[in-house]
């Protein structure tokens, strides 16, 4: 009884942050995020980790620094999914401005390759916009969550505009149908989901286990694959979505290749602007040749 109570009042909340001015919205995210900072926990330490692994040449001032600037936006990020989830059309157009490469209404089979900053569920405003853009739908996987009624719900919002989340665990098919049909296909690879699949290949100089499942795909369905970044506008008043011009060349002969190929994008791009990757998320926890977990308290 209490569980069910708290889930509904988890949805009223954020039906009322998805109802205040945006400037505001913004503020509580960023004082969430300045608190989230300096109270030490696990995430917060998986954080300064992954700072120290990928940018080994920052003093302990520095990591600090861009630790609490990443939870900074991090908080902002967090508040927003009430948009995200339960939000118009006209607010997440608002929020978030799309500028693409290519003709998103062609129906080409296309898959976008999407990754880890911290606005990268701004990829909804494709969905939104579809209809009066007549742009095809769009697909993604979503991975289930532990709590079976925001697991129902998350899914539904995210589908509110006629998109289809497709559940990572074993819906291949599924997503080689919807490429094929000329529906837009969003995929971010860059987390740890585990051995199947996967191939260690460098991300910031470390060799990182990483999905192949994009250089498969393209293989399979002589799809385009297009990079698509959702991220900050300078001034900080909304995200910019931007789709890129198809990679040349890709895939090639070697799912390997191709996928590293990728990692020297995605390293790119973080470079640019290192507070937006979300850090948070133990990227080197599987380790090639049995090396030791980086993330051990004993590190």
């Not at 979503?142 to 129902?152: I, L, V």
């Not at 919002?157 to 074993?170: A, K, L, P, V, Y």
């Not at 995929?187 to 498969?216: C, H, M, Q, W, Y």
Request: aromatic residues 10%; charged residues 25%; proline residues 5%.
């Amino acid at each position: 009884m209490l569980k069910s109570v708290a889930n509904y009042a988890g949805v009223v909340f954020l039906k009322l942050l998805s109802l205040l001015p945006y400037g505001l919205l913004v503020s509580i995210g960023y004082g969430l995020g300045y608190i989230a900072a300096r109270i030490p926990s696990d995430r917060n330490r998986v954080v300064k980790r992954n700072l120290q692994l990928c940018f080994p040449k920052m003093s302990a001032a520095e990591i600090d620094s861009l630790s609490k600037q990443h939870w900074r936006l991090l908080g902002r990020s967090l508040v927003e999914k009430s948009i995200i989830w339960l939000g118009s059309e006209k607010q997440l157009s608002h929020m978030i401005e799309v500028k693409s490469a290519v003709d998103l209404a062609s129906r080409e089979p296309r898959i976008l390759v999407n990754m880890h900053f911290t606005g990268i569920e701004g990829s909804i405003i494709l969905s939104a916009l579809a209809r009066r853009m007549d742009w095809p739908r769009t697909s993604g996987f979503f991975q289930r969550m532990k709590n079976p009624f925001f697991n129902k719900r998350i899914v539904d919002w995210r589908n509110r505009f006629g998109g289809n989340s497709i559940d990572r665990q074993g819906n291949a098919k599924a997503i080689i149908r919807e490429i094929r049909n000329g529906d837009f296909i969003i995929i971010a690879p860059d987390i740890d989901l585990g051995l199947k699949d996967s191939e260690f290949v460098p991300f910031f100089g470390i060799e990182t286990n990483t999905i192949t499942t994009i250089s498969r795909l393209a293989s399979i369905t002589g799809a385009q694959v297009c990079l698509m970044t959702t991220t900050l506008k300078e001034d900080e008043s909304g995200y910019l979505c931007e789709i890129s011009k198809p990679l040349e060349n890709f895939p090639g002969t070697d799912p390997k290749s191709d996928t590293a190929r990728l990692n020297e994008y995605f390293e790119k791009e973080i470079r640019l602007r290192p507070a937006e990757y979300y850090w948070v998320h133990k990227r080197f926890k599987n380790r090639p040749n049995n090396e030791v977990n980086p993330y051990n308290p004993s590190n």
